[in-house]
């Protein structure tokens, strides 16, 4: 079953990623409170996804123990496969979002998690980015339905 795992956001850039039970997410504007939040917004700063599962993969094969927050994306899945959502229309909770492009790792990530191969690593596993469609909140357990 695929679901919210964990969410995630900050008000400023550079900051620690604040771990939060639910979010309020406002059609192409972004969520409520985090800093891509803007009232024109380009739908490649709406909303940001990344499987549990690639998170715990890098973990496990490097003997580390990341926090999923750290990774930087707003929402944690579990049990979806997210490449597959480019292009696709699908809802979380109640929100309808559609996934526009995977997300690419950075070097400020690297620096940030003190990693040098994570540009590698997450080339095709860093998570989807997401237009929001609709208004409404996502909590942690919400079910993300294609």
Known sequence: MSEVFK???TSKNNQQIKEV???????NKGILGDR????????FNQLS???SENIDYYNIKYGLSIPYKDFRRN?????IKLNDLVGKKFKIGEVKVEGIDLCRPCRHLCEVLHQDNIIKEFLRRGGLRCKILSSS???VG???EI
Do not use: C, M, R, Y
């Open 7 to 9: 969410i995630g956001i």
């Open 21 to 27: 039970n639910s979010i309020n997410v406002l059609a």
């Open 36 to 43: 891509h939040f803007q009232e024109f917004n380009d739908p």
């Open 49 to 51: 996804l990344i499987e």
């Open 75 to 79: 929402i944690i899945t579990k049990g």
């Open 137 to 139: 909140s996502i909590e």
């Open 142 to 144: 919400n079910k993300i």
